[in-house]
Nanobody, 117 residues
Framework: QVQLVESGGGLVQSGGSLRLSCVAS????????MGWYRQAPGKQRELVAA???????EYADSVKGRFTISRDNAKNTVLLQMNSLKPEDTAAYYC???????????WGQGTQVTVSS
């Protein structure tokens, strides 16, 4: 059974920092591209940051220079370090694991991030 378990969300003031963590089980983690998505109320889910199995990264323009995604294959973990948070970063953040060659895609249950102004 595949599980992606997120943690690290919470309430923070504008300009603050949070670090999200996602621990995966039930998959061969090192073969999967991992991503963080977010969804604010009334909006579509959007990609925040992604990291390939080879550790190449990409970021949404809105978070470049503020967020950093990283992975630890030994711990089956992907992290999202979020600095200089803004109220518009408020959303539910979801961890995603994808292996295109196997047409496999999994989601975590989400963790809420709220940034107060």
């Amino acid at each position: 059974q595949v599980q992606l378990v997120e943690s690290g969300g919470g309430l923070v003031q504008s300009g603050g920092s949070l670090r999200l963590s996602c621990v995966a089980s039930g998959i061969t983690f090192r073969f999967y591209a991992m991503g963080w998505y977010r969804q604010a109320p009334g909006k579509q889910r959007e990609l925040v940051a992604a990291i390939t199995s080879g550790s190449s990264t990409e970021y949404a323009d809105s978070v470049k220079g503020r967020f950093t995604i990283s992975r630890d294959n030994a711990k089956n973990t992907v992290l999202l370090q979020m600095n200089s948070l803004k109220p518009e970063d408020t959303a539910a953040y979801y961890c995603n694991a994808e292996r295109t060659s196997m047409n496999a895609r999994y989601w975590g249950q989400g963790t809420q991030v709220t940034v107060s102004s």
